[in-house]
């Protein structure tokens, strides 16, 4: 019976199921037609709007299906007829299956195919998008569609509880208490996403089982509230654990064994350039010196937690010392990155920048003190390396997917556009070199490391981007680059890009110091 | 008994719509419930159906517990409800193509000819027929799959007359084959079709009796005597309502036998000159029994 039941649920829906597979094929066909550098910048807005209403259409019609044969509900006629509680709910799996996840795989596979992915790649790549959308957009419109039972009661009690979620945890935690997210911002951000897959769908399981077979809406909706609150603090699981889960998962496990970080006060303090701005918040630098560094590696400090003791080890501050805790500054400031750049297990010497709030800087810069650094650190090890036109390239690299390449509006800048249906690198560094190969831009690098095993996006297509830029000319005259604007026909960007392979954590343990001795040039 | 229900409870929030209901029906029998408004007739009904769920009490249809009914049960009964909820997009065609499969019973003439009888447009969406034809509709929905037991929620509020009458005489070709449990303000048109009834107020049973019983022991009764009526200092029970106008008593005698009242004329009065006896209409017996429980006479 379910099939007859999901017969009558398309007839009565299949003008909205329509419409929005029309609208899915429409933006993978735009997609396709505009490339990668739209010619037309307002039609690539347009696809990226049309995407976003193309996911709140999912959400729309997964509840509208359930609403058409409404739980909480007690004038439904189904709830009078002989019908299974097992049939209705593979007929509402089946509906979301097959008119509101189907569409948008096939359009995600189109597009894939039309930009000129293999059919497997465009598969997986559609796949993975589509258990996204599933997991991020249908299964809690399902959820709300089974415990309400209108449109209008499932979008007030979705707006009530956004507008709860925007009061209690980010006015209420993160703007006045300045409660920050243990992993957000870093490579670790993928697991609180895999929570919320795994509560979407252990959350539905329950949910439909308990509303269709007891027909528990108390229950369920409190399932649903408790399990919303578990989603929100997910996003302040330990970072201990959350770390320890990362280490299991490592690709190459005991890779960064050898690495050993060391106080080096040898190094001396540090030297910022001359005329370099004074830094935000209130900053010290401990000089490390970092051996067992893999040839080509890339050193990455996740997080480090920091203890101050006095001599006789009471504890004087503890806190995160890669954000600032006053609110100015932020994790890419702190960062710390290490490249092996010379001979495998030459040392490394660097100095870590750690913030600490004014006042405890002001409280201990003259007394001695013993200074713990738990570092939470990711080994990066190159990949590969890329080599393609800095200007008009249209190529296709195997890892990094199909790119392009073209010279800005401005005319002073490089920028690269790639997509692949699998993933793209998220650490990199680039030098832009000229045709002769003798001469080369200063090398540039980003990371913005996501640590996952399969990249998940939803937004706005199933295909992953990397964009970036390179600049060659400066407009204002004070930076010239070898490679300039004379020199950009024929130049090649050249690309090496970085995996995560082991993740790993070290103590820093510096006795009988002074902060003080750590100040930057410019005081703090 | 084909329904069964015994110190059921159901509350919502600190109101107690039902405080202890018991009833019985008998298979074969057409049962109304009747009662005022907010007596806790529907929430009687949406528990019998497993839509609520007691708090107390247990509550048997087709001899299982309402809380485990299961396909199988359901394809036995009927359910017509003026609040029920039909597919609103589908035509009644459509909609009666849909549930078909799910009832092995189902008769496909008989369907035809209630479309026929009925006068309902197959053909034209549900959510574009008014109510009375919704109602209609609701009817055609329950009656072709041949129910045991037809459980009617108000079937009549808010429809026309006719509409009525066509209603009427569409489930009463069919009353003898099932168990009909009909909740209704309309007594006149319950009596026609109504073999016993159930008068429940404020979530309580007041009494349950065939309507041959009923309507045999309840009768106004008019005394007029030779002088002016001094009403007795103790009302004989039954006797409900007592209204003295010069030298005529009238009243609604609940436990009426001949020779009872009789007797207690006899007894309480001098100079009789006439006693006038009527049978009592469903819907005075209601009323009577309805304000009796409200001013608390009864």
């Not at chain 1, 101050?308 to 006053?326: A, F, H, K, P, Q």
């Not at chain 1, 790119?403 to 998220?426: F, W």
């Not at chain 2, 496909?108 to 197959?122: F, G, N, Q, T």
Request: hydrophobic share 45%.
């Amino acid at each position: 019976m379910a099939w007859h039941i999901l017969k009558k649920d398309a007839r009565l829906l299949w003008l909205a199921a329509a419409a929005l597979a029309f609208t899915h094929i429409a933006i993978a066909i735009l997609r396709s037609w505009l490339g990668l550098f739209p010619h037309t910048p307002q039609l690539g807005v347009l696809a990226d709007v049309l995407s976003i209403i193309a996911l709140i259409g999912v959400a729309i019609l997964t509840l509208a299906a359930m609403h058409q044969d409404a739980v909480p509900d007690l004038r439904q006629d189904w709830l009078i007829r002989p019908i299974k509680p097992l049939d209705m709910i593979l007929a509402k799996l089946c509906f979301v299956l097959l008119l509101v996840q189907a569409p948008l795989f096939i359009a995600d596979l189109v597009e894939g195919l039309l930009q000129g992915f293999s059919f497997p790649a465009a598969t997986m790549g559609a796949a993975a998008r589509n258990l996204t959308v599933l997991c991020l957009f249908t299964l809690p419109a399902l959820l709300f569609g089974v415990v309400t039972h209108s449109l209008t009661q499932a979008f007030a009690v979705a707006a009530a509880a956004l507008i709860l979620y925007l009061a209690v945890f980010l006015v209420g935690t993160v703007m006045l208490f300045g409660v920050r997210t243990s992993v957000g911002g870093t490579g670790l951000a993928w697991l609180v996403e895999a929570f919320w897959a795994g509560a979407a769908i252990i959350g539905t399981a329950m949910v439909i089982g308990l509303q269709f077979f007891r027909r528990a809406t108390t229950l369920s909706r409190a399932l649903i509230f408790a399990g919303g609150g578990a989603v929100i603090l997910s996003a302040f699981v330990p970072w201990h654990l959350a770390f320890a889960l990362q280490e299991t998962l490592a690709k190459e496990p005991g890779a960064a064994r050898p690495v050993d970080l060391s106080f080096y006060p040898q190094l001396g303090p540090v030297a910022l350039p001359a005329g370099s701005a004074a830094p935000r918040g209130t900053v010290v630098y401990v000089p490390l010196r970092v051996r067992g560094l893999p040839r080509a590696a890339l050193l990455l400090l996740d997080r480090a937690n920091l203890r101050i003791t006095d001599r006789s080890g009471r504890t004087l501050y503890e806190g995160r010392s890669n954000l600032s805790v006053d609110g100015v500054g932020s994790i890419l400031d702190a960062r710390l990155e290490v490249r092996q750049q010379g001979n495998a297990d030459s040392p490394v010497y660097i100095h870590q920048r750690i913030f600490l709030p004014a006042d405890v800087y002001a409280r201990l810069r003259d007394q001695p003190i013993t200074l713990e650094v738990d570092e939470s650190l990711t080994l990066f090890r190159s990949q590969a390396k890329y080599s393609l036109p800095a200007a008009g390239g249209d190529v296709r690299l195997a890892g990094l997917g199909r790119c392009a390449s073209r010279i800005d509006a401005d005319g002073d800048d490089v920028l690269i556009h790639c997509e692949d249906p699998m993933r793209v690198p998220t650490c990199f560094t680039a030098e832009l070199e000229d045709s002769s190969g003798s001469l080369r831009n200063p090398e540039r690098e980003f990371c913005d490391p996501d640590y996952s095993p399969v990249q998940a996006a939803f937004w706005p297509d199933t295909l992953h981007h990397l964009h970036w830029g390179a600049p060659f000319f400066d407009r204002a005259g004070l930076v010239h680059y070898p490679v300039d604007g004379s020199r950009i026909d024929g130049a090649r960007l050249l690309l090496q890009t970085y995996e995560p392979r082991d993740h790993f954590t070290r103590r820093l343990t510096v006795h009988d110091v002074r902060l003080a001795d750590f100040a930057s040039p410019h005081g703090t | 008994m084909i329904v069964r229900t015994d110190d059921l409870h159901k509350a919502f929030n600190r109101h107690e719509a039902l405080r202890g209901l018991s009833i019985a029906v008998e298979e074969g029998s057409a049962y109304a419930l009747i009662g005022p408004n907010g007596a806790g007739k529907t929430t009687t009904l949406r528990v019998l159906m497993n839509i609520l769920k007691p708090e107390r009490g247990s509550a048997t249809v087709l001899g299982v517990d309402s809380r485990r009914l299961t396909a199988a049960e359901f394809s036995q009964i009927g359910y017509v409800s003026e609040n029920q909820e039909l597919p609103a997009r589908l035509t009644v065609r459509q909609y009666l193509e849909y549930l078909r499969p799910f009832y092995a019973s189902w008769d496909r003439k008989l369907e035809d000819s209630i479309l026929e009888e009925l006068r309902l447009p197959p053909d034209i969406r549900i959510g574009n027929l008014s109510h009375g034809m919704r109602m209609k509709a609701a009817l055609a929905c329950a009656l072709p799959l041949k129910p045991r037991l037809l459980v009617l929620d108000e079937p009549f509020s808010g429809l026309d007359a006719l509409v009525r009458d066509e209603f009427m005489e569409r489930l009463l070709q069919q009353a003898g084959e099932m168990t009909i449990l009909i909740s209704s303000h309309e007594l006149a048109e319950i009596e026609h079709v109504a073999t016993h009834v159930g008068f429940i107020d404020q979530g309580r049973l007041l009494f349950q009796d065939s309507m041959v019983e009923l309507t045999g022991r309840v009768r106004e009764v008019r005394v007029t005597l030779e002088g002016k009526v001094v009403p007795p200092a103790a009302v004989p029970d039954g006797w409900l309502q007592l209204a003295v106008a010069g030298n005529v008593l009238s009243f609604v005698d609940t436990r009426f036998s001949e020779e009872r009242l009789s007797q207690s004329v006899a007894t309480h009065f001098k100079g009789i000159r006439n006693v006038d006896v009527r049978p009592v209409a469903l819907r005075s017996i209601f009323t009577t029994l309805a304000r009796t429980t409200r001013d608390g006479e009864g």
